[in-house]
Every structure is written in structure tokens, then in C-alpha cells.
């Protein structure tokens, strides 16, 4: 089946007379641990881009930067399977858990701004919502809550106690801080190359690796895997290299023949990934691709100013939040996506956030966390 983009408008040229106010509020991740690895800088465009920016930003959004599959096959094909609704579950008192990870790496040349400040506004709406959260950061006296790889994998093992012999629970796995990309040892991955996050610890070497990142390999094996049928994951990772961290099979696209139809789309081998949970996946960028900071979310948000935050904070996290704190109905998986998108890219970031899945959802499915 040839699945054709959503729109083709291309990327319009930076515009460097609005240039000034967009970069006195945002960061890029200069200092990204595999900015190792050669790519390129994040791509600065314009603000205020209006119709044309919105539909640029869209179009990526839907494939037009499509993210590394996994797989080691230059020829997969895409298929559409048919759709199906994402489901709803009624959550009731005790069934909802979160692991909130953010870390600044403080004290180091990784150091960032805005990662604590990213799970401490996330807890705060989801404790609003019924979630109970651990929280580990790396401004905290209690070694037990600091986002080491051993601390951040015991969170993982907490989580899916929860939800072993059950059904009906709902999960919250959120990672700001850097992400990173190794070489592929699995042979699954089409571009070579395995995305990582960075415990605090990372550059140590652990368990017989050379380092102490955690692979999107492991997450998926190990977390995402063992959830069990009728249990519901959403996880954000704001993050360098994150399009495809937790290595579900399917993920955004729309059809340009059919504007009103949303895709999930996989290749020839998504069936094969066997994942009982009902997994989605919202990540900042592409794997290819660094993600920024916002430096002052009051300034860059006056909605959420008048809410009191302030500070640095990641700008799929922040936007995420502006998206539901301030949606005036349902929110579906559409929805979601794309104003996220048009968001960040009427703001100048040039990264391109990405949805997957575990299975073919419906992107008209009401997204209810």
C-alpha cells in the first residue's frame, strides 16, 4: 500500500527579522552527550510563520521526517492496517502511576536548565488528575531518589508491579534530560544505531557495558513488554534522539488523498513485536535530532505565567502541558500531535516530535491520560 504525506509544503526559510525576541527565550542542547556523534545543530526557523509555518510543521509532524525504523532492511514497504480505537479505561482510586525522571546533570559540561523543572509542572498536573508519582531528579538529598540507571530501572520494576495480575491501570513514564544514540548490536535498527537516555551516572561503565545508558533495546524488552494486556502506558521522553526510544512498531502519518483520515502506520514486520499493553509514545524530536529548551516558560507561554511557572523547561513538555491544561474539550491523538507541532514550530524549533504505538490506533481516538 502506498501511503502518500498529508501536505508537501516545504520548510519556509528561517526569517531572521523575528529572530531575536524567538532565540532570547530558548536553548539549544549544545552540549548533547552524543553530540558525539556529528549531527547537525538544530535548525532555527522563524516565529510567527502563521498558515504556512503551521502546515510545514504538520507535514513533518506526519512523515515528512520520518523516523528510523527498526529492522536492518533499506526496502520495508509501508502498510496501513486497519485502525483501531484507542481504548478507554475507567480509572478508579489507586490505578494510575507515574516515574517522573528529569535531570540537570548539574556540575557537569551535559548540564541543563529546565529537566526538573519539567517533571515537578508534570506532577503537578497529574497529581491533579489522580496519578500517583515518583519523582527522581538530581537536586535531591535522598540517594534513593536520585536518577541513576539503577534508581531509573528500580522506578520501571516499581511501576509494572503495579500492574502485574491486574488490568485497568494506567501508567506515566516521563524522561527529560539527554538522550543519546550507540552503535546498533542487535542488528535491529535500519540507521545502526540504538537511542539511549542518560541516567546521572552514564558515563560510568556498568553491568559488563562500557557505559551506563539505557537503550531503547532494554526499555522496550524489559518495560514496555511485560506491561500486560489491559493496562494502558503514555510516555513522554523530551529528549535528543527520542523518535523511536521505546521501539513501538507503529507510528503517525496521514494519507494526502484522505486529509480526514489519521494513520498509525507500520512495515511488513510491526505484526511480529509482541506488546499486550496499549502503549503510546510521545518523544520531542526525530532520532536524528537534538531537542531545546524553552528559558523562560511564563514569558513564552502568558497562559501558563498567570498559573505562576516560571524557569527554564523543556519545549515538548511545555507544550504538552499548555496543550492540556488549556484544551477546552476532548483532546484526541490528532489533536494532540499537531498542536504540539504548530507550537514549537511558530516558536523557531526545528525538531519535529513524533507519535508512535503499539498497535494501530485511530489518531481520532480521544487521548484521556
Given at each position: 500500500v502506498?501511503?502518500?504525506?498529508?501536505s508537501?509544503?516545504p520548510?519556509?526559510?528561517?526569517?531572521?527579522?523575528?529572530?531575536?525576541?524567538?532565540?532570547?527565550t530558548?536553548?539549544?542542547?549544545?552540549?548533547?552527550?552524543?553530540?558525539f556523534?556529528?549531527?547537525e545543530?538544530?535548525?532555527?526557523?522563524?516565529?510567527?510563520?502563521?498558515?504556512?509555518g503551521?502546515?510545514?510543521?504538520?507535514?513533518?509532524?506526519?512523515?515528512?521526517?520520518?523516523p528510523?525504523?527498526?529492522?536492518?532492511?533499506d526496502?520495508?514497504?509501508?502498510?496501513?492496517?486497519?485502525?483501531?480505537?484507542?481504548?478507554?479505561i475507567i480509572?478508579?482510586d489507586?490505578?494510575?502511576?507515574?516515574?517522573?525522571?528529569?535531570?540537570?546533570?548539574t556540575?557537569?559540561?551535559?548540564?541543563?536548565?529546565?529537566?526538573?523543572n519539567?517533571?515537578r509542572r508534570?506532577?503537578?498536573?497529574?497529581?491533579?488528575?489522580?496519578y500517583?508519582?515518583i519523582?527522581?531528579t538530581?537536586?535531591q538529598?535522598?540517594?534513593?531518589y536520585?536518577?541513576?540507571?539503577?534508581?531509573?530501572?528500580?522506578?520501571?520494576y516499581h511501576l509494572?508491579?503495579?500492574?502485574?495480575?491486574r488490568?485497568?491501570?494506567?501508567?506515566?513514564?516521563?524522561?527529560?534530560g539527554h538522550?543519546?544514540?550507540?552503535?546498533?548490536k542487535?542488528?535491529?535498527e535500519?540507521?545502526?544505531?540504538d537511542e539511549?537516555?542518560?541516567?546521572?551516572?552514564?558515563?560510568?561503565p556498568?553491568?559488563g557495558?562500557?557505559?551506563?545508558?539505557?537503550?531503547?533495546?532494554?526499555?522496550?524488552?524489559?518495560?514496555v513488554?511485560?506491561?500486560p494486556?489491559?493496562?494502558?502506558l503514555?510516555?513522554v521522553f523530551?529528549?535528543?534522539?527520542?523518535g523511536?526510544?521505546?521501539?513501538?512498531p507503529?507510528?503517525?502519518i496521514?494519507?494526502?488523498?484522505?486529509?480526514k483520515?489519521r494513520?498509525?502506520?507500520?512495515d511488513?514486520?510491526?505484526?511480529?513485536?509482541?506488546?499486550e499493553?496499549d502503549a503510546?509514545l510521545?518523544?520531542?524530536?526525530?532520532?536524528?535530532?537534538k531537542?531545546?529548551?524553552?528559558?523562560?516558560?511564563?514569558?513564552?507561554f502568558?497562559?501558563?505565567?498567570?498559573?505562576?511557572?516560571?524557569?527554564?523547561?523543556?519545549?515538548l513538555?511545555?507544550?504538552?502541558?499548555?496543550?492540556?491544561?488549556?484544551?477546552?474539550?476532548p483532546?484526541?491523538?490528532?489533536?494532540?500531535l499537531?498542536?504540539?507541532?504548530?507550537?514549537?514550530?511558530?516558536?523557531?524549533?526545528?525538531?519535529?516530535p513524533?507519535?508512535?504505538?503499539?498497535?494501530p490506533?485511530?489518531?481520532?481516538s480521544?487521548?484521556?491520560?
Open positions: 502506498s501511503v502518500l504525506y498529508w508537501q509544503v520548510l519556509p526559510p528561517p526569517n531572521g527579522n523575528q529572530m531575536g525576541d524567538v532565540l532570547s530558548m536553548s539549544e542542547c549544545t552540549d548533547c552527550v552524543d553530540c556523534d556529528g549531527s545543530e538544530i535548525a532555527m526557523a522563524g516565529a510567527g510563520l502563521g498558515l504556512a503551521g502546515a510545514a510543521a504538520l507535514y513533518f509532524a506526519f512523515g515528512g521526517k520520518r528510523s525504523m527498526r529492522h536492518n532492511n526496502k520495508l514497504q509501508q502498510f496501513v492496517p486497519d485502525p483501531v480505537p484507542l481504548p478507554r480509572s478508579y489507586r490505578t494510575k502511576y507515574a516515574l517522573l525522571i528529569g535531570i540537570n546533570y556540575g557537569t559540561r551535559f548540564e541543563l536548565d529546565g529537566c526538573v519539567d517533571v508534570v506532577g503537578q498536573f497529574l497529581s491533579q488528575i489522580g500517583y508519582a519523582c527522581l538530581d537536586d538529598p535522598d540517594p534513593k536520585l536518577p541513576t540507571k539503577t534508581n531509573i530501572l528500580n522506578g520501571l509494572l508491579g503495579k500492574v502485574q495480575g488490568v485497568g491501570y494506567k501508567l506515566w513514564l516521563h524522561f527529560s538522550g543519546s544514540q550507540v552503535h546498533d542487535s542488528g535491529d535500519s540507521d545502526g544505531l539511549t537516555i542518560c541516567p546521572i551516572d552514564f558515563l560510568t556498568q553491568d557495558e562500557e557505559h551506563g545508558m539505557i537503550t531503547d533495546d532494554m526499555l522496550n524488552e524489559i518495560f513488554r511485560e506491561i494486556r489491559g493496562n494502558m503514555f510516555s523530551d529528549c535528543c534522539h527520542s523511536t526510544v521505546l521501539d513501538l507503529y507510528y503517525a496521514a494519507d494526502s488523498k484522505r486529509r483520515k494513520y498509525l502506520v507500520g511488513q514486520f510491526s505484526d511480529t513485536m509482541t506488546i499493553c503510546v510521545l518523544s520531542g524530536c526525530a532520532d536524528a535530532q531537542s531545546a529548551d524553552v528559558k523562560d516558560v511564563g514569558a513564552a502568558v497562559e501558563m505565567k498567570r498559573r505562576h511557572a516560571q524557569g527554564a523547561g523543556g519545549i513538555t511545555t507544550a504538552l502541558l499548555h496543550t492540556l491544561e488549556f484544551a477546552t474539550g483532546v484526541s491523538l490528532y489533536h494532540l499537531t498542536t504540539i507541532s504548530v507550537t514549537m514550530y511558530n516558536m523557531g524549533f526545528n525538531q519535529i513524533q507519535l508512535s504505538a503499539s498497535k490506533y485511530s489518531l481520532d480521544i487521548f484521556e491520560p
